[in-house]
C-alpha cells in the first residue's frame, strides 16, 4: 500500500477499508510512515471525518499495535475513566485515589497535554521524580500491592496512540470525535477495564463546542465499550468555565491534594465526586449512586483517599513529603495577581481562553515533546455567577518569563465577562449517556 493513496483518498472525501486503517496503524507505529503524512491524514480525517465503521476499525488498529492487558489474574473486576479533556481538569488525580480507597483497584492509562487541555502525566510529572513509565509486570504488581496505578500509553501498550496523541497535540487535529473516540478507547480497552465512565467536556475548554457535539462523540465511544462487552457509561460534564480554580501542572496537582485533604473549590469536589460514584456504582459497591457518592466522600473524609494518592506517588518513584506539604513544590519566578476595577457578576471565564494562555507561559507543547514548565499557569477563584466587588481577586498568574507574564496577565482580563445584573452559575453535567 502507498500512504499517499490513503491521504488522497480521505482528503477527497472517501471511506478507508479496514485493511487501509491498519496498515497505516502498523506502519506508523514502527516508522515506516514519515509524521509529516500521517499529520496530513490526521488533517484530511479532521475535514472529512470517518464513519461508524472507520471510527471502530481505528480503534481495533490501535489497540492491535500493542499488547492488551487481562488484569483479572491481578483483580476481579477493572473499573476505568478517562476525560475527553477540558482546562483545569485534573479530575483523575482525585477520583483514581476515592475509588481505589472504597476498595476498588484502578488502573489507569493517562495521556498528556493536547491542545488546550492539560495532561495527567504531565500534571504528575511536576512531582519530582514521578514517572508514568511502567513495565507490564510492574503496573499489575502495583495494581495488586495498592489498587492504584497511573501510566502512560507505553511501546507496548496503545503504542500507536502514544504516537497519534503527541502529533495531534501540535498539528491542529484534536477535535474531531472519530479521533477522540478512537485514541480515547483503543486506551481503555488496552488496559483492559470491564468498566469505564467517560468524562465528555462541552464547552469553550472543550474539544466539542456544543451539547450536540458532546452527545455524538458520547455516543460514539459507549457504543465501542458496549460492543466491545464493557459497561460503559458517559457523562456530558461542563467545560466553558475552568474546572476549579487552577490552571497550570503544579497549581493543579496542588489543588487536587487539597481537594483529597477535604479543602479544594466546590465545583471540582462535586465532579469529582460524581465521577467516582459512577465508577463505584459500575462496580456495584452499592445499589445507588447517591449511596456510591457517599462512599467516595467517607474516603475522603477519613483521609483514606489521601493516603492512596501518596502511596501511588512514592510507588511510582515521587517525591511523596510534597502530599504533606504542597508549599514545597517548585513555584514560578512571578506570581502576579490582578484585582477587580469594577463591581459587577462574572457573566463568563472563558476556559479555552486560559487553556491556551497556560500553554503560552509554557505549559503546554507549541512544538512535539517540546519539555514543558510545570510551575506556570494561573489560579482564577471565581465562577460564573459570582458577585464581585472592585478590589476583590480576579486571579494570580504564575509565570517565569516577564514578557509571558504581561502577556498572560492581559489574556486573564480578556478572559472574563462582566454583567450589571445577577448571572445564572453554570451546570455541572448536561446528560448521561448509556
Ligand atoms: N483524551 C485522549 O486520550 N485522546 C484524545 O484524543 C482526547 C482526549
Redesign the pocket.
Known amino acids: 500500500m502507498r500512504m499517499v493513496d490513503i491521504i488522497e483518498k480521505k482528503r477527497d472525501g472517501g471511506e478507508l477499508t479496514g485493511e487501509q486503517i491498519t496498515w497505516f496503524v502498523n506502519a506508523y507505529t514502527v516508522g515506516e510512515v514519515p509524521d509529516y503524512q500521517a499529520a496530513a491524514l490526521m488533517m484530511a480525517i479532521y475535514f472529512q471525518a470517518m464513519n461508524r465503521r472507520e471510527t471502530v476499525d481505528l480503534t481495533i488498529a490501535i489497540v492491535e499495535s500493542g499488547e492488551q492487558l487481562d488484569l483479572h489474574d491481578t483483580i476481579p473486576f477493572v473499573v476505568d475513566k ?4 477540558g482546562v483545569g481538569d485534573k479530575t483523575t488525580l482525585v477520583v483514581q485515589p476515592l475509588v481505589s480507597a472504597c476498595g476498588v483497584p484502578v488502573g489507569k492509562m493517562s ?1 498528556r497535554g ?1 491542545g488546550l ?1 492539560g495532561g495527567t502525566l504531565d500534571k504528575m510529572e511536576s512531582i519530582p521524580g514521578w514517572t508514568p513509565n511502567l513495565s507490564l509486570p510492574e503496573f499489575k504488581e502495583q495494581l495488586k500491592d495498592i489498587g492504584l496505578v497511573l501510566a502512560g500509553q507505553t511501546a507496548t501498550l496503545a503504542p500507536a ?1 502514544g504516537k497519534l ?1 503527541s502529533l ?1 497535540d501540535v498539528t491542529g487535529t ?1 477535535a474531531n470525535v472519530s ?2 473516540a478512537a ?2 478507547m483503543s ?1 481503555k480497552l488496552a488496559a483492559g477495564a470491564d468498566a469505564i465512565v467517560l468524562d465528555v467536556k462541552v464547552g469553550k475548554g472543550a ?1 466539542m463546542p456544543t451539547v450536540e457535539d458532546a452527545r455524538e462523540l458520547a455516543h460514539t465511544m459507549v457504543d465501542i465499550g458496549t460492543d466491545a462487552g464493557r459497561k460503559t457509561v458517559a457523562l456530558i460534564a461542563d467545560m466553558n468555565q475552568p474546572l476549579g480554580y487552577a490552571i497550570g501542572n503544579t497549581l493543579e496537582v496542588k489543588e487536587a491534594i487539597a481537594t483529597l485533604k477535604g479543602g479544594g473549590p466546590a465545583d471540582f469536589w462535586e465532579h469529582c465526586v460524581t465521577i467516582a460514584g459512577h465508577m463505584l456504582l459500575l462496580a456495584g459497591k452499592a445499589d445507588t449512586l447517591e449511596e456510591t457518592k457517599e462512599l467516595a466522600r467517607q474516603a475522603r473524609d477519613e483521609g483514606k483517599a489521601l493516603q492512596k494518592f501518596k502511596l501511588m506517588v512514592e510507588r511510582q518513584g515521587g517525591q511523596a513529603s510534597l502530599v504533606d506539604a504542597p508549599d514545597n513544590f517548585r513555584q514560578a519566578q512571578f506570581v502576579e495577581s490582578l484585582y477587580a476595577q469594577r463591581n459587577g457578576f462574572i457573566a463568563e471565564i472563558n476556559a479555552g481562553a486560559f487553556g491556551w494562555s497556560c500553554v503560552q507561559l509554557g505549559g503546554g507543547r507549541q512544538v512535539k515533546n517540546e519539555p514543558i514548565d510545570h510551575a506556570v499557569g494561573f489560579i482564577v477563584p471565581l465562577k460564573v455567577g459570582d458577585q464581585v466587588e472592585s478590589g476583590d481577586i480576579l486571579g494570580t498568574v504564575h509565570a517565569n518569563d516577564a514578557y509571558k507574564l504581561a502577556a498572560a496577565k492581559s489574556n486573564l482580563l480578556q478572559a472574563i465577562k462582566w454583567s450589571d445584573t445577577p448571572v445564572k452559575p453554570l451546570p455541572h453535567f448536561y446528560e448521561t449517556v448509556s
Open positions: 478517562h476525560s475527553s479533556g495521556g493536547l487541555s496512540d496523541y495531534r484534536v479521533l477522540i485514541s480515547i486506551k474539544f
